[in-house]
């Protein structure tokens, strides 16, 4: 066990609609990570927040955004889902700023768009 | 365009013998190497990493080598154990940039 969690496990949804994902990180950890993992391809980097803040974006589509909240609990927002966009979602926290830092994955969200 | 490759989707071993999972990178400027292992319904979890200053590092039954000339960082088990059957990830980056990931080998240790 990682101390990351993510809800929910898995989601069904239909193409057009909007749909939440969360993530706490460790304790103790600032930094999350969003990632997303398309059937046959590496982990994608979408975005990270430090301590509440943007800290790098990746190749995060205009139609998803995230936010990290003062108890440092994250979400990312999928809008207007495309069938495309049915994938693994894995949130990641680390302790400090930096990507040098290990990041600790959380179990995924599996996210279907039918 | 692939930054880091692993050209073997899959790999099988026996156990007690060696694995050898491969990687190849194109970014001349990644100084930072890792080694991750995911289970199924589980997220990556850390492995083993290296520097670019360094050309080993060695953690237990695991070793990373990296040969920088040839872009190029392997990963060994000695000796595989069937509990090693996992998807393994490379990755890599360069001082403050978001990790580049593999898209994984699937390693399958059999008894």
């Known amino acids: 066990d990682s101390g990351v969690t993510q809800t929910p496990k898995h989601l069904i949804t239909a193409t057009g609609q909007r749909v939440t994902l969360r993530c706490s990180p460790r304790?103790?950890?600032?930094?999350v990570y969003w990632y997303q993992q398309s059937l046959d391809q590496g982990l994608q980097f979408l975005i990270q927040?430090?301590?509440?803040?943007?800290?790098a974006k990746g190749n995060i589509l205009e139609r998803f955004s995230a936010q990290q909240f003062p108890d440092l609990h994250s979400e990312l927002n999928l809008s207007s889902l495309e069938l495309g966009d049915s994938a693994l979602y894995f949130c990641?926290?680390?302790?400090?700023?930096?990507?040098?830092?290990?990041?600790?994955f959380g179990p995924g969200t599996r996210l279907t768009v039918t | 365009d692939q930054q880091v490759k692993q050209n073997s989707p899959s790999l099988s071993v026996q156990e007690g013998r060696i694995s050898i999972l491969n990687c190849d990178y194109t970014n001349s400027m990644f100084d930072y190497f890792l080694w991750y292992k995911k289970y199924p319904a589980e997220g990556p979890t850390f492995l083993i990493s290296i520097s670019s200053i360094k050309d080993k590092n060695e953690d237990g039954r695991f070793t990373v080598f990296l040969n920088k000339s040839a872009k190029h960082l392997s990963l060994h088990i000695v000796p595989s154990q069937p509990g090693d059957s996992a998807v393994y990830f490379c990755?890599?980056?360069?001082?403050?940039?978001?990790?580049?990931f593999g898209k994984g080998t699937r390693l399958s240790v059999i008894a």
């Open positions: 990755a890599a980056n360069s001082g403050n940039t978001p990790l580049v």
């Open positions: 304790s103790g950890d600032l930094s």
């Open positions: 927040y430090y301590n509440g803040e943007e800290r």
């Open positions: 990641a926290s680390s302790v400090g700023g930096t990507q040098t830092y290990e990041q600790y």
